[in-house]
């Protein structure tokens, strides 16, 4: 089922040192110009790349060589259950340096602030004279500007080595300006003296924005801290030790210690360690953290169990049959990180705009200068503007707008038991038109019974001995009745020959020297039996009636001629008509899709409310089904148990899996509710639908402060109204623009899978 080719691989690299999303843009340029690599993407959000390469052509080594000579970090993410504490303590020793560099600045700026109170017209009396001393205000700015803004400067020459420009070569430029403008006012007065100019300096202005953009940083990374909160949680389920039975022994190890095939003790209330099947034992396990259903099951021998779900009543042994990162919680921490890192189309725009924005800013700001000394002939207000322009101008509350959504509301899904694969279908699955449900086990249970056994000319025990026997190999629902039904009333089966499975159709096989067809009323026409003989007819009205009661009759043949028919009943799943009710609710028109027979389909659909039924599909052409719709202008979701669903699950706009994860269902949809619970299809469109909305509000907080901002800056008002934007301002805006944004995407925690009734 991999689509990808064999001779590409893919790494995720953990990348350190960014500090705006242009940052993020750079790197990805850079890695994309790599030769050997076909895809390289980063994360701001996430602190992530990733990147798909020819393993032939370009390594490890010369991805972290062309990153590190950025000016930045990388190291590869590790596959397994990923182990965040390096990480972890990088990141706190990052924040607490921006701490202290937050907090001197934010005193030296305070006393600058206060110093410079008259000159803005606010005289404060008592104000000692001394204070306005510009050798002291050198002396306070001076650590401001290159000890706290030193990373602005570091990050603008390695930029400036690259050709490029980015959010630290504005703040460097403009925080300069303003800083070495007054520097010289201090140095040279006379000489602005002599030329009738203001000498005003303006230390607190470069001090200030550098102090605010180093707050906005600092709330900044906090908060994103715990945008990732999902994935800790997730990881930190993990149980820490296993009760290992070794040659007799009960061993208590670490859970990395456990081998495949381990026997394992399971306590009430302990966490299971890892993957497997109970060989010994019962008991109720609570598997909401895997499958976000939260009533217990009931499991014994023969069953699976799930790593880091909890036992709750009983002590059972059970054998490992999958450890470290095979295990289904490791592949959930997978997809959610990747997810996590993915882009959405939707933040496509914001990329571009950040790769064009810098340069463009500084031209602005260049033009605000010369424009301002030439219509005004004030130096010191050309120079102020263009700041301000340099400074409000910075894009990085729009580069974190989409990823930061993305990560809360893909983490969210997560804990809901709902595994989005990539961002892009979190944005589509908000566009949804369509609804596209399988009949059999989305639906339905798709552990159907036999309800009925009606033979002609045939001995009723015999016909079923026949059936079951046929249906012996088969994989479909409706063989395993059969052969449960059989051996449930004592019959023994033999074994079937030359066995031969028609997908959506029905099976063949010989049997004790006879052949025997069991299947729908189309295979009959396809293996050429003849429709019509008596016992046909004599059977029809039966299969009718079973088929308006909803149940689906299945002919069986023996030799070329009909000898009886079997008439199956799967239950519908509890919840069915009202996920569907309220799927409609949300605007959704309903379709359900099934290779089951017309009648029967329609006899389940009508309860449920389900006005559209495409029935007698044939496997193979439930893919073209999910075209047809698309061809109408539909955007449609599918939501199936993802084996024989799985050309239309990768067909639709949207492919949502029902089950527990296996990697077929994983590798072919796009979404994966785990817990099998249809509640889940509405959980996830209005999760999408919630993730959109956080992203749009976050674009437009983003670019509300930079659109506004400029042209305010830049004095444009100026004129009209009298307004002018103070470069102060433009700092706290900015980091308002981010906090702001991340504030809002945090909000998307709050979402709850609301139960609908
Ligand atoms: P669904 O789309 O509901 O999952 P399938 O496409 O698997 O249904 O099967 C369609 C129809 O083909 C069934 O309703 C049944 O009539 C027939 N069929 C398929 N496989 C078998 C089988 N092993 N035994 C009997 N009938 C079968
Ligand atoms: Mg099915």
């Keep these: 089922m991999t689509t990808t ?51 032939d052509r370009v390594g490890l080594i010369q991805l972290q ?108 430029l403009g925080t300069s300006a303003a800083y070495f403008y007054s520097v010289t006012t201090t140095l040279f007065p006379r000489f602005f003296y002599e030329h009738q100019l203001a000498a005003h300096a303006y230390y607190e202005t470069s001090a200030v924005i550098i102090t605010l953009i180093l707050v906005g940083r600092w709330l900044e990374a906090r908060a994103r801290g715990k945008t990732s909160e999902a994935i800790r949680k997730l990881i930190g389920l993990q149980a820490k030790t ?15 210690r456990v081998q495949v095939g381990d026997l394992i003790l399971v ?92 340069p463009v800013v500084i031209g602005v700001a260049v033009l605000t200068f010369g424009v301002w000394w030439w219509v005004n002939g004030d130096v010191t207000l050309a120079l102020i503007n263009a700041v301000g322009v340099l400074i409000i101008a910075c894009p990085c ?34 566009k949804l038109t369509t609804v596209v449900l399988d009949k059999t086990g989305t639906l339905t249970q798709g552990k159907p019974s036999v309800v009925h056994v009606e033979a002609c000319n045939y001995d009723g025990q015999e016909l079923l001995r026949l059936a079951a026997a046929v249906e012996r190999h088969s994989e479909h629902p409706i063989g395993r ?46 293996e050429g039996l003849p429709v019509g003989a008596a016992c046909y007819a004599a059977l029809r009205d039966l299969k009718h009636r079973l088929e308006s009661e ?47 027979n017309r009648a029967t389909a329609q006899a389940i659909a009508q309860p449920l409310g389900i006005q559209q039924v495409l029935a007698e599909v044939l496997p193979h052409q439930k893919a073209g089904k999910i075209q047809q719709l698309q061809g109408a202008g539909r955007i449609v979701a599918m939501v199936g148990d993802g084996i024989n669903d799985a050309p239309a699950l990768a067909q639709a706009d949207v492919g949502m899996a029902i089950g527990t994860g296996t990697d077929v269902a994983i590798e072919a949809s796009n979404i994966t509710l785990i817990s099998g ?54 700092a706290l805006a900015m980091a308002l623009s981010s906090v702001s944004v991340l504030t809002n995407a945090l909000r998307l925690r709050q979402f709850q899978a609301r139960e609908i009734g």
């Design 481 to 526: 009745a059969i052969v449960e039904h059989a051996l449930a009333v004592g019959i023994t089966l033999p074994e079937p020959q030359q066995f031969e499975a028609i997908a959506g159709q029905g099976i063949r096989a010989v049997v004790a020297g006879v052949t025997v067809r069991i299947g729908s009323q189309r295979f009959l026409g396809e």
């Design 677 to 730: 619970n249809l509640q889940g299809i509405v959980t996830a469109i209005a999760l999408s639908r919630a993730t959109i909305r956080n992203i749009r509000q976050n674009l437009f907080f983003a670019f509300v402060y930079n659109s506004l901002g400029i042209p305010l800056a830049a004095g444009l008002f100026y004129p009209f109204t009298g307004w002018l934007l103070n470069p102060i301002f433009g």
């Design 65 to 172: 060589q062309a990153v590190v000579e950025l000016g930045f970090s990388a190291r590869e993410l590790d596959n397994g259950v990923p182990d965040q504490d390096p990480e972890r303590a990088q990141r706190a020793a990052a924040m607490a340096r921006l701490q202290r560099k937050a907090l001197l600045g934010s005193g030296l700026s305070v006393i600058l602030m206060v110093a410079s109170l008259p000159m803005m017209g606010l005289p404060l009396p008592g104000l000692p004279t001394w204070l306005h001393d510009p050798w002291l205000q050198l002396l306070l700015a001076t650590p401001v500007q290159f000890w706290c803004g030193w990373q602005f400067y570091l990050g603008a020459i390695q930029s400036f080595r690259h050709r490029r420009a980015n959010m630290n070569t504005l703040i460097a």
């Design 5 to 55: 080719l064999k001779r590409q691989k893919e790494l995720i690299l953990s990348l350190g040192g960014m500090s705006c999303a242009a940052c993020a843009s750079n790197i990805e340029q850079t890695l994309n110009a790599v030769p050997g690599v076909c895809l390289a993407s980063v994360n701001f959000a996430t602190e992530q790349a990733a990147v798909q390469y020819d393993p």
């Design 267 to 358: 306590r009430p209330g302990e966490t299971v360690p890892t993957d497997g099947e109970i060989v010994e034992g019962q008991s109720a396990l609570n598997e909401s953290v895997i499958t976000g259903e939260s009533l217990p099951v009931t499991k014994g021998p023969g069953d699976p169990v799930i790593g880091a779900t909890l036992n709750q009543s009983g002590s059972f042994k059970f054998r490992a049959s999958r450890v470290g990162k095979d295990t289904a919680l490791a592949q959930i921490v997978r997809l959610v990180q990747q997810a996590q890192g993915s882009k959405a189309p939707i933040q496509r725009l914001a990329d571009q705009v950040t790769a064009y924005f810098v």
């Design 550 to 596: 909803g149940k689906t009759a299945v002919w069986v043949s023996v030799e070329a001629q009909v000898a009886g028919l079997i008439g199956v009943a799967d239950t519908l799943k509890p919840n069915a008509a009202r996920v569907v009710r309220a799927l409609q609710k949300l605007g959704l028109e309903v379709v359900m899709l099934t290779g089951d």
């Design 397 to 430: 509350a729009l580069g974190l707008a989409t990823p930061t959504s993305i990560m809360v509301g893909t983490g969210k899904g997560a804990e809901c038991g709902i595994l989005v694969k990539d961002a892009s279908s979190l944005e589509v699955a908000y």
């Design 242 to 256: 296993a009760r290992v039975i070794r040659d007799q022994q009960e061993l208590d190890i670490p859970v990395e």
